[in-house]
């Protein structure tokens, strides 16, 4: 990117008369002066060289006030006004040598380009660089610069003209006081932000809550957490119950940032821990970013091995819940300068950060990406648009369930109120639509014992029907319960298991989004397997069959699989297969269906290894139905495959 110092030397040919390259002869050089302005000349150019550039221009503008077409000092004028900082009237000089003699040096055409740069004329300076470049006799290396400055010039010229819709809104009085406040990050569900504040230059964790009709409670310090030292990026788990921050020299056998974690127990958060060598080293780790199903976390490191500045690293929890060794995202997504503040959408591949090492508006801009999970590749690296990134530093920002909301810190405010305040507020703004993830609920699946009525613990399991790719994997936290990303309009397979426990079966078709002041909750109970008894009848509510047929569709085998794994797991239990059908149809044809199914699944299980001797089946048609056969919805439930526990 564009290192304004690195070109201070541009101007350093206005300075100088010998570096001119004269193409024509029309126009008067310094040997063409009279003795006394010839003198003048040299004495000024002694004056710039001193920083008198004010005595230095009174002196040239005399000497071209004498000598129109002397142009040596219409370049030098230019460079002594931007030096007093008045660029208009250094475009201005420039504008007539470039009229009267516009072949008499290549040179003012990279400079007029780098002011109107500097200007914000995106538009104008390219056509001046890209006039530099189609000189013949530049060498490589400035014409990879003017190149690298057309580019960029361009690129923003085309987001200026091509603005996005921008208009952020300001969160209220509860969250943003007159200090800073930025870093945010939201629950899954919506019901609680958490942001950092910087107070007397220190940093502190808090947390508000947000209720059914969208009001923000006052904000409350986390002094579990929050220390002397500063407490800084973080992330919050799906459910609420964890918190991964970044601390730095916060005990004797960590130096530098680390990543921290805490979890909270009985309505207080535990002592943090530093989340250990596997992610920590001796560089800088900063900027959590935890995965709505809590098995991948993403973070920001200056280690070793990157692609260059800070880079956007990821971690995957292994069966055992132990984070492996990091790796880096990729040079797809970083740059050779820093890539930052990475936040992945609940959709589970919606990517967004900020960077300072790809085409912007200047500083940091935030870009996004989509995962392709086909192709196993992200895809094209898009700038977010302009108004929202500035010339300025934009913050991290994060994204809504449904996608379309994105909340980030900016000094924004602060300047166009003019209230006496300075520093970042957190406001949030709808996304444009190509920078929008995919809408997302979630569904709040709560886990209990089917005898004691208490929660439990345990794994939850869901997979895409239409596929049988798994989706989610994780447990439910101690509460037994579970918040789960799901997208909308899609429909699932969910499992929940435990050990010594009957699984539990279900599927779920999204037709609409919810959210924390309307959540789709499962209500789950599962059955421990008791020895000698027989259990309740357990409905396979992900066994599917081609219509009217005993047929099994592909997406049954994630169930089949499931209940092999039971019948593996306790080998001296044998099951009982039943076929259940509606009322449409002769009641014999019925029972033949029913029964074919049962059998169909039984087929499936003993050609995965299970002996036939375990498991019975039986049909029995429309006679026992579980709800009405009167309504679509009521037969659709009727229409079942059950099992049942036998020793």
């Not at 049962?598 to 029995?620: C, F, H, P, W, Y």
Request: hydrophobic share 35%.
């Amino acid at each position: 990117m564009i290192n304004n110092r690195f070109f201070f030397f541009l101007f350093c040919f206005l300075l100088n008369p010998w570096s001119v390259k004269t193409f024509t002869q029309d126009n008067t050089g310094i040997n063409q002066l009279s003795a006394r302005y010839k003198k003048m000349f040299i004495a000024a150019l002694k004056e710039s060289k001193i920083g008198a550039y004010d005595k230095s221009l009174k002196k040239i503008e005399k000497i071209v006030n004498a000598y129109p077409d002397f142009t040596e000092g219409h370049l030098k004028k230019a460079g002594l006004y931007y030096n007093l900082k008045q660029t208009d009237k250094a475009i201005q000089s420039l504008n007539y040598v470039i009229s009267k003699f516009p072949e008499s040096d290549k040179e003012m055409y990279f400079t007029r380009g780098y002011i109107l740069f500097e200007n914000k004329n995106y538009s104008a300076s390219a056509t001046d660089f890209l006039r530099f470049i189609k000189f013949d006799s530049l060498d490589n290396n400035r014409k990879i610069k003017a190149q690298g400055f057309y580019e960029v010039a361009t690129f923003r010229d085309s987001l200026i003209k091509n603005p996005v819709n921008f208009q952020p809104i300001l969160l209220p009085p509860q969250i943003n006081s007159l200090s800073s406040e930025y870093s945010p990050s939201l629950e899954l569900d919506g019901s609680s932000i958490v942001f950092t504040r910087r107070k007397n230059h220190q940093e502190d964790l808090y947390r508000s809550f947000i209720d059914s009709l969208g009001n923000f409670s006052g904000a409350i310090p986390l002094d579990d957490i929050n220390t002397s030292s500063n407490e800084g990026a973080h992330c919050i788990s799906a459910d609420g119950t964890l918190i991964l921050f970044t601390g730095c020299d916060r005990d004797v056998l960590f130096r530098g940032c680390d990543l921290y974690f805490t979890i909270l127990q009985d309505e207080k958060w535990t002592k943090p821990s530093n989340i250990g060598k596997m992610i920590n080293t001796p560089a800088w780790e900063s900027q959590p970013c935890l995965s709505s199903d809590g098995n991948t976390l993403f973070f920001v490191s200056d280690r070793v091995g990157g692609q260059g500045g800070r880079d956007i690293w990821f971690s995957k929890k292994n069966v055992r819940g132990v984070w492996m060794d990091p790796e880096n995202i990729g040079s797809h997504i970083n740059t050779s300068r820093d890539d930052e503040t990475p936040f992945l959408h609940p959709d589970g591949r919606t990517l967004y950060w900020r960077s300072n090492g790809r085409l912007g508006m200047g500083d940091f801009d935030i870009y996004m990406s989509k995962w392709n999970q086909d192709e196993q590749m992200w895809s094209e690296v898009k700038n977010i648009g302009y108004p929202v990134n500035t010339d300025g530093n934009e913050g991290a920002l994060i994204v809504s369930l449904d996608g379309s909301t994105a909340y980030f810190s900016t000094d924004y405010f602060s300047k166009s109120l003019q209230n006496g305040k300075s520093g970042l507020d957190i406001c949030y703004f709808e996304l444009p639509p190509f920078a929008k993830a995919d809408p997302t609920t979630f569904v709040k699946c709560k886990v209990r014992d089917g005898v004691t009525k208490k929660p439990v613990s345990a794994s939850i399991e869901i997979v895409r029907q239409n596929n049988n790719v798994l989706f989610y994997n994780d447990e439910t936290n101690v509460s037994g319960i579970a918040l789960i990303p799901l997208h909308y309009k899609n429909k699932y397979i969910l499992h929940v298991t435990k050990r010594n426990y009957i699984f539990y079966s279900a599927h779920i078709d999204l037709d609409r989004i919810y959210n924390s002041q309307e959540p789709l909750e499962l209500d789950v109970e599962i059955f421990p397997l008791i020895k000698n008894e027989e259990s309740k009848p357990v409905i396979l509510n992900n066994i599917f069959f081609k219509t009217g047929s005993f047929e099994l569709l592909p997406e049954s085998q994630t169930e089949i699989k499931l209940l092999y794994n039971l019948l593996t797991s306790n080998p001296q239990i044998h099951i009982t297969i039943t076929g259940h059908t509606d009322n449409v149809g002769q009641n014999e044809d019925n029972i033949i269906l029913s029964l074919n199914r049962a059998n169909s699944v039984k087929k499936a299980l003993v050609e995965k290894g299970i002996k036939e001797t375990r498991i019975q089946v039986d049909g029995k048609g429309q006679s026992v139905p579980v709800d009405t056969n009167n309504t679509q919805e009521g037969r659709k439930n009727n229409r079942r495959t059950e099992f049942t526990i036998h020793h």
